[in-house]
């Protein structure tokens, strides 16, 4: 069954996350929308509608049977269940918003619409970029049932020191986990395929740690964190999302905050996540174009794909950092620094296209990630239109 993930009307208010995704490609929990949807409903062909100039990357839907949906929500068993049982031309709704659809693509209109069930249960909605951060231990714990049942955790070495329920910590196939202290009182900790706990750690869950990532030596992380994969992170952090292939490998805190990919934060770059007066944050809002108020006392940063901090760069809390931004210059950086600015500061020039084209192309390739056309047609776009 191919699964056919509708941005709706949620993408503009993922921004800046969704500059260069379509909603399902965002990471919470452990998985990204995506593969949590593929293996609920245990499928791999998948596409998405989206925004025009993503769709290059990001692959239309075949015209034939689907199941169209919405995807940024956890379902619970009971909606699991409606969901699998949907037949052709049966939908269901969600305080008035279509949720999932079983449709055919190759004449595709929601007109195809023949039933529409109400689901009444309280389902984990995601709405907005904080909600990344704040459900986050909710989706650990879904994604953790989800990867490990049935499955046999790696035993944790006895040079580490554990606290906690001995289930609640499962280490993947190929991971290392050695001289730290790992602590699943407060939540589940799984290390993923690969990963690797450098020396001196120490970890309070909820954590996911995903393929092929560090924590670097003497890491503090407070839950609930989740680091995507192909990524390094050192320092002290508390309850952030690394959606992948970003690195903060040095001293300095980011706390209650969501990085996309291909980002670096530099030596000693310190988020604020809690304002002086303790007052809720406000946060730029792109739909609305003015900053809303969260109502959230505790709220860092949220930053687009392949942007950058240099050292010692210190960040005022609720920032929102556009994509491929290049922060270095002196001094607090306003609390929206734009897509591809040069400096950080409002009103600095833009970062020249064509070096930001060089940079992504250097950063990836150390992933062994090719800078494709359909990457380098997107930061165009962006550059031109945002």
């Avoid at 100039?53 to 990001?58: A, I, N, S, V, Y």
């Avoid at 955790?153 to 020191?161: A, D, F, P, R, V």
């Avoid at 969501?258 to 007052?279: F, P, R």
């Amino acid at each position: 069954m191919q699964l056919v993930f509708s941005d709706a009307q949620f993408w503009e208010d993922f921004l800046p996350l969704t500059f260069t995704r379509p909603v399902a490609e965002m990471r919470c929990g452990i998985l990204t929308f995506t593969e949590r949807w593929q293996k609920l409903l245990d499928t791999q062909e998948i596409s998405f509608i989206t925004e025009d100039f993503l769709q290059e990357k990001f692959k239309h839907p075949h015209p034939k049977e689907s199941l169209f949906i919405v995807p940024n929500f956890l379902p619970t068993k009971s909606v699991l269940d409606q969901i699998k049982n949907l037949k052709l031309g049966d939908a269901l709704v969600y305080e008035n918003e279509l949720l999932v659809a079983k449709v055919n693509m190759e004449d595709f209109s929601l007109n195809q619409i023949e039933k529409m069930t109400d689901i009444h249960e309280e389902l984990l909605f995601f709405r907005q970029p904080t909600d990344l951060f704040s459900f986050n231990e909710k989706a650990i714990d879904f994604d953790y049932e989800l990867l490990t049942k049935g499955k046999v955790s790696q035993e944790l070495s006895k040079t580490s020191g554990f606290l906690g329920n001995i289930d609640d910590l499962f280490i993947e196939e190929g991971a290392s986990v050695e001289f730290s202290t790992l602590n699943t009182k407060s939540g589940k900790i799984y290390i993923g395929k690969n990963a690797e706990v450098m020396e001196g750690c120490h970890l309070r869950g909820p954590i996911a740690l995903c393929e092929e990532s560090k924590f670097n030596l003497g890491a503090k992380v407070y839950g609930a964190t989740t680091i995507g994969p192909h990524s390094k992170v050192g320092g002290e952090v508390n309850n952030i999302v690394i959606f992948g292939y970003s690195n903060k490998g040095h001293d300095g805190f980011v706390g209650n905050s969501v990085i996309g990919e291909w980002c670096n934060l530099g030596a000693d770059t310190n988020s604020s996540n809690l304002k002086n007066n303790y007052a809720t944050v406000k946060l730029w809002n792109y739909r609305s174009k003015r900053f809303l108020d969260t109502g959230l006392q505790f709220a860092g940063l949220i930053m687009g794909d392949h942007s950058k901090t240099a050292i010692n760069t210190q960040l005022n809390t609720g920032t929102i950092v556009g994509v491929a931004a290049n922060i270095f210059k002196i001094g607090f950086p306003p609390n929206l620094v734009e897509n591809f600015s040069w400096g950080g500061m409002k009103g600095d020039e833009k970062f020249k296209l064509e070096k930001a084209y060089e940079v992504a192309e250097k950063a990836m390739a150390r992933r062994k990630v090719p800078f494709a056309d359909a990457e380098r047609n997107i930061l165009k776009y962006i550059y031109n239109e945002f």
